[in-house]
């Protein structure tokens, strides 16, 4: 193959992942007439949360114990998403940070990974800890529950971020 038509669908590539990355990005945090996440009230992403924790309690019958370590993971993972978040604003104002200027600010980009690698190293332990603590308290029906739930969608998302079948 011709240089100039590798280094024309290389470039293709690459401009078409840049898009879908960014269209991604847009997508979960919400566009005009299309909240994401990030733009919803506390007490609404409260209540998505509290109805989230129901609905898995209830399809693997835990009892009050489980419940209760249930609770301990969602709230360890809130403080970790929390201290992953950053500054107000959250991701979005970051990155828009990073590409206002004539140039991207790699400094400001490292700093941000430096951060966000020490909440996770800070963070990290004590959600590992929850969920293996809820994980283990499960009885054997209902980690294998678990495991089918992540096979069938393969994984909380399903493949490649759209939602699986509801079983």
Same mark, same amino acid.
């Given at each position: 193959?011709?240089?100039?038509?590798?280094?024309?669908?290389?470039?293709?590539?690459?401009?078409?992942?840049?898009?879908?990355?960014?269209?991604?990005?847009?997508?979960?945090?919400?566009?005009?007439?299309?909240?994401?996440?990030?733009?919803?009230?506390?007490?609404?992403?409260?209540?998505? #949360?509290? !109805?989230?924790?129901?609905?898995?309690? =209830?399809?693997? &019958? %835990?009892?009050? @114990?489980?419940?209760?370590?249930? *609770?301990?993971?969602a709230a360890t993972m809130?403080?970790?998403?929390?201290?992953?978040?950053?500054?107000?604003?959250?991701?979005?104002?970051?990155?828009?940070?990073?590409?206002?200027?004539?140039?991207?600010?790699?400094?400001?980009?490292?700093?941000?990974? #430096?951060? !966000?690698?020490?909440?996770?190293?800070? =963070?990290?332990? &004590? %959600?590992?800890? @929850?969920?293996?603590?809820?994980? *283990?308290?499960?009885?054997?029906?209902?980690?294998?529950?678990?495991?089918?739930?992540?096979?069938?969608?393969?994984?909380?998302?399903?493949?490649?971020?759209?939602?699986?079948?509801?079983?």
């Amino acid at each position: 193959m011709k240089v100039w038509i590798q280094r024309t669908l290389a470039g293709v590539l690459g401009a078409s992942v840049l898009l879908g990355g960014l269209s991604a990005f847009a997508a979960a945090n919400g566009e005009p007439g299309r909240p994401g996440w990030g733009q919803h009230s506390p007490e609404e992403r409260a209540a998505h #949360q509290a !109805k989230m924790l129901e609905r898995i309690a =209830s399809r693997l &019958q %835990l009892d009050a @114990a489980q419940k209760a370590k249930l *609770d301990t993971l969602a709230a360890t993972m809130k403080a970790q998403r929390e201290a992953m978040g950053g500054a107000a604003g959250g991701p979005r104002a970051e990155l828009q940070s990073l590409i206002s200027g004539n140039s991207f600010d790699r400094n400001r980009a490292q700093v941000l990974l #430096q951060q !966000k690698t020490q909440a996770l190293q800070t =963070s990290g332990p &004590q %959600l590992i800890n @929850a969920m293996g603590d809820f994980y *283990d308290s499960l009885r054997p029906e209902q980690q294998q529950q678990v495991r089918d739930f992540l096979n069938r969608r393969g994984g909380p998302r399903g493949h490649h971020g759209e939602r699986g079948p509801r079983s």
